[in-house]
């Protein structure tokens, strides 16, 4: 018995897909627009406002938000997403992108607790200090007060 346990041990893992940064930041925004299980068109033209402006895909961004549509509603947990963001990505970039899950989270006019639930999880897994965290979700409200 103890052999069978050891053996299942030694088989190799398979690697999946390899998830690309854009598709882990896209399925990350997702994710957000998602949390409340409603899917606002503010929200869904905030995802892909701000895919367009952080690639280079043009009019491929359709096809970016479908794939990560589908990524999300198979994922087991966001770890996948933010590994590869934590491998990529300088503070700076995670705080962009902080900055874009808020106001994801935001565009609607309204904060879902499971939004901001989702979004302080995603944080806390980018090894975001929680006052980045603070001053991300204070930047966007400023934002939105302003215009």
């Known amino acids: 018995m103890l052999k069978a346990l050891k053996s299942l041990f030694s088989l190799p893992v398979e690697q999946g897909e390899q998830i690309s940064?854009?598709?882990a930041v896209a399925a990350l925004l997702m994710e957000v627009m998602?949390?409340?299980n409603e899917i606002n068109e503010q929200e869904e033209g905030q995802v892909k406002r701000f895919l367009r402006e952080v690639s280079e895909l043009g009019d491929d961004i359709d096809i970016l938000y479908e794939e990560a549509r589908s990524g999300v509603d198979q994922a087991n947990d966001l770890y996948q997403f933010t590994k590869v963001i934590n491998e990529t990505a300088t503070l700076e970039q995670k705080m962009l992108l902080l900055k874009a899950l808020w106001r994801v989270a935001l565009a609607d006019g309204d904060l879902d607790s499971y939004e901001d639930h989702r979004i302080r999880t995603?944080?806390?897994l980018l090894f975001m200090p929680h006052s980045e965290f603070i001053q991300a979700k204070l930047f966007v409200l400023n934002e939105m007060k302003a215009v």
């Open 34 to 36: 998602l949390a409340d």
């Open 122 to 124: 995603i944080s806390e």
């Open 21 to 23: 940064y854009q598709k």
